[in-house]
């Protein structure tokens, strides 16, 4: 089993701040956590990933993620906001490789993130 | 290539008529999803496409019927829909567990 716990539903900064949106999550194997974001009315597009390689995962855009075992969390940061960065933020735990190619990803309730001038 | 394209982009239908929503992916990825996703909610998972072969079906209306012709497209086939069915239709693939998934821009959807 898996669950997504997104802390915060509502993430309010000025533009050049500092950006943390939290995440934490529980699973009963080693799992994959994807941290995505969606523009209004478009798709998700991936910002960065974790598979069990380095746990200070960099993505696009200067975001960063650091896997922390120990508190079952992968909280998304970047130093400085920007304005284009206002979005809607899923985080997402996915089970690890498996031998039959599919299965379900569990996504967080989502963090909207809004920059201010 | 590593797009999602999903056709239409917009849809306005009937709650008599009958479309389709279309997906398609040349990235060689053997599993292929539909989303339904409502304003400010996390896309909900419909169906999973495994090697061309439904594997999970998250007990979907039959008024949404998919299918998948061959490994690059995914279809879903729209009949009788209702008001509460307006939504954001996601589509994605991915290519083994535990990587990332690659979504389209979705359709969205207004039954009315």
């Known amino acids: 089993a898996q669950s997504v716990t997104q802390l915060d539903s509502h993430v309010s900064v000025s533009e050049g701040t500092p950006v943390l949106l939290r995440c934490n999550y529980s699973?009963?194997?080693?799992?994959?956590l994807f941290w995505y974001v969606q523009h209004p009315n478009k798709g998700l597009q991936l910002l960065l990933k974790?598979?069990?390689?380095?746990?200070l995962v960099k993505g696009i855009n200067g975001f960063e993620a650091e896997f922390k075992k120990s508190e079952t969390s992968f909280h998304l940061t970047k130093p400085s906001a920007h304005m284009s960065d206002a979005a809607e933020y899923f985080c997402?735990?996915?089970?690890?490789?498996?031998?039959?190619?599919?299965?379900?990803?569990?996504f967080g309730d989502g963090t909207t993130l809004t920059v201010k001038p | 290539d590593t797009e999602v394209t999903q056709t239409p982009k917009h849809l306005v239908m009937g709650m008599t008529n009958k479309k389709s929503l279309k997906c398609e992916q040349h990235?060689?990825?053997?599993?292929m999803y539909w989303y339904k996703q409502k304003a400010k909610k996390p896309p909900e998972l419909m169906f999973v496409?495994?090697?061309?072969?439904?594997?999970i079906n998250e007990s979907v209306p039959s008024r949404f019927s998919p299918e998948c012709p061959n490994s690059s497209l995914l279809n879903l086939h729209l009949h009788a829909l209702q008001p509460e069915d307006s939504a954001l239709y996601l589509c994605?693939?991915?290519?083994?567990?535990?990587?990332?998934?690659?979504f389209g821009q979705g359709t969205r959807l207004t039954v009315v």
């Open positions: 496409y495994s090697y061309e072969k439904l594997s």
């Open positions: 997402v735990v996915s089970p690890s490789r498996t031998i039959t190619n599919a299965g379900k990803s569990t």
């Open positions: 699973s009963s194997y080693s799992p994959s």
């Open positions: 974790y598979t069990s390689a380095a746990t």
């Open positions: 994605a693939s991915r290519g083994w567990e535990g990587t990332e998934a690659f």
């Open positions: 990235m060689g990825h053997r599993a």
